[in-house]
């Protein structure tokens, strides 16, 4: 709901601040105080086009703020803001601002957004009927949602078709995918299999190319290994012209200090310590003579473990760089290969599910366009009866529903609704013949028969609504958007008593001189300058008694009115 409006340098608008209530807010005033203008500005805050020409004569840029509440009713709005990461609990703030440069700036709560965002939560926020450009009348989403939203059987049906339309879609784009995957089978087949062939005939195994390139380490230094190894063996136990050996010296020591401890245990410490070290040296040299016996100096044995990591390496350079990578994509072909080979099951299959699926969602069409058709012609005798109540006696107008060939996530039918004003003439959509004080009242009448289901945050703009009216027909047209603003909030602009008399909430604009400059004044009337806007409003300037005792008159039936709104509400819930 719309809370307020503050507008600065705009046109006439000089500084306004205007507070907007819940229901209907009426705007009266003089022809030409500004009213339009007022509504231009609010246009503004909804991503209307705004011409550097509205900045006031004098100041360098025009700036216009909106405050809307929120409610659990917007949470597709919120979810809007959501993802512009806009916070947004209970109100939003727009502010725009528009400098004489042409360069502008849009902040909702505090937040940077661009033009094109703010005409996308516009539809959310105020719905302005009697400008074509922005009458949501004329768009085919929100026909369609008028047409379905009073009728659960109808919505019952659609959610039926759209989750087997959603099952359609995905089957048909996982067939459109293996159909773009298997160009070109031939070929990738063949690669396949030889990768296949070629992997798995090397039997790799995790760990082989380390013990490998170990062993090639030790075959290609087999040479210097025996020579060190044996020049080894020979210092530990083997005594030769250079000397005694390690252990033969060791031997001795050991026989030498047997001698002292027959005396003195003074080195029996230094005896064990000689003894540990003569049986570890004994077993060093054991292993490295059994090393030296198992060295294998063959050539031909390094040439075919040369041969086998060159194999390994090359498999490692294809396929990923280790053995457990070439293992995953040997794994991996193998699982395509099988994939392939089932190509033609597959895509059986999904012919099968797709074929099923298109049988359901012709009949769920064909039943969700017929009930569409049933529906739309009840509302469109609805909605004529209204119009001729509106003052539009000779007003025909039309729901049609066409079957479509082509799904779409809401059926296969398109939607037009056709209207005519006048006998012999063809009936035509909307968009292209109606009127903006036309297009208003149709809005009205439509607005008269689903206000009370159509009760989301979105506050109703009726510009234009009462051109060419008058008598019976204005007071029709006022009782009528008083049982809308019953449901949700409303901003009119008019020029007759019968449809300002039934204000929640009566603003009065006036141009006035301040300075040397023309300003326009937005006042909320009190109830006795209310009676007074009436009368003038009923008799001219020249506001008598009886006049203001006919608009007392008018403002008690409309109290009575709007009572009667009151207990048909109580009486529904």
Not at 250 to 255: D, F, G, K, Y
Not at 307 to 322: A, E, N, S
Not at 369 to 383: F, H, K, M, N, P
Not at 522 to 528: F, Q
Request: with cysteine; aromatic share 4%.
């Amino acid at each position: 709901m719309l809370q307020s409006l503050r507008v600065w340098n705009f046109a006439l608008l000089e500084e306004v601040f205007v507070e907007f209530g819940a229901g209907l807010n009426i705007l009266t005033g003089e022809t030409g105080a500004g009213k339009s203008i007022l509504i231009d500005a609010l246009g503004a805050i909804l991503g209307q086009r705004v011409s550097s020409d509205a900045i006031r004569s004098g100041a360098d840029a025009l700036r216009v703020e909106a405050v809307f509440s929120l409610d659990k009713s917007d949470a597709e709005l919120c979810a809007l803001l959501a993802e512009q990461e806009i916070e947004c609990e209970d109100e939003l703030i727009i502010l725009r601002k528009i400098a004489r440069t042409g360069k502008g700036s849009i902040l909702a709560n505090g937040s940077h957004v661009t033009l094109t965002f703010l005409k996308k939560i516009a539809p959310y926020l105020v719905d302005i009927h009697g400008q074509n450009e922005n009458l949501a009348l004329l768009r085919e989403d929100a026909q369609r949602n008028l047409l379905e939203g009073g009728d659960s059987d109808l919505r019952t049906r659609l959610a039926a078709y759209t989750k087997v339309y959603a099952d359609w879609k995905e089957k048909t784009r996982l067939r459109e995918e293996r159909a773009e995957e298997i160009e070109g089978i031939g070929e990738r087949l063949d690669l396949l299999r030889w990768q296949e062939k070629e992997i798995a005939e090397a039997e790799l195994t995790v760990g082989e190319d380390e013990e490998l390139e170990t062993e090639i380490r030790r075959l290609s230094h087999a040479e210097r290994l025996v020579e060190n190894a044996a020049e080894a063996a020979s210092l530990l136990s083997e005594d030769g012209e250079e000397g005694i050996a390690v252990l033969s010296a060791l031997a001795r020591v050991t026989h030498a200090l047997d001698e002292v401890a027959r005396y003195d245990d003074a080195l029996a410490n230094a005896q064990n310590m000689i003894e540990e070290a003569y049986i570890s040296l004994q077993e060093a040299s054991y292993e490295v003579r059994d090393y030296l016996d198992g060295i294998d100096a063959d050539p031909a044995r390094l040439d075919r473990i040369q041969t086998r990591m060159d194999v390994i390496d090359r498999l490692k350079k294809k396929y990923g760089g280790t053995i457990p990578a070439v293992l995953e994509r040997l794994s991996s072909v193998r699982g395509e290969l099988e994939s392939l080979d089932n190509y033609d099951v597959d895509m059986a299959q999904l012919d099968k599910e797709i074929g099923t699926l298109r049988k359901q969602l012709k009949n769920l069409a064909a039943e969700l366009t017929a009930r569409r058709q049933e529906v739309g012609a009840a509302l469109s005798v609805d909605i004529a009866r209204e119009l001729q109540g509106l003052g539009m006696a000779k007003a025909r107008f039309r729901i049609v529903v066409t079957p479509a060939e082509k799904y779409t996530s809401r059926g296969a039918d398109s939607l037009a609704m056709l209207f005519s004003a006048n006998v012999g003439e063809e009936e035509k959509p909307l968009e292209k013949i109606a009127s903006g004080g036309e297009l208003s009242r149709i809005a009205l009448a439509i607005k008269s028969i689903v206000a009370a289901r159509d009760t989301g945050g979105t506050s109703m703009v009726f510009d234009e609504i009462d051109t060419g009216i008058g008598g019976r027909t204005a007071q029709m047209v006022a009782e009528r958007i008083a049982f809308v603003a019953h449901y949700k909030q409303v901003l009119c602009i008019t020029h007759l008593p019968q449809i300002a008399c039934m204000a929640d909430n009566h603003l009065y604009i006036a141009k006035c001189v301040k300075g040397d400059a023309t300003v326009t004044q937005v006042t909320a009337l009190s109830d006795e300058e209310r009676v007074r806007e009436i009368a003038r409003m009923a008799s001219g300037d020249d506001v008598t008694e009886a006049a203001l005792a006919n608009a007392r008159e008018m403002l008690a039936g409309a109290e009575k009115k709007k009572a009667g709104f009151q207990k048909k509400s109580k009486t529904k819930n």
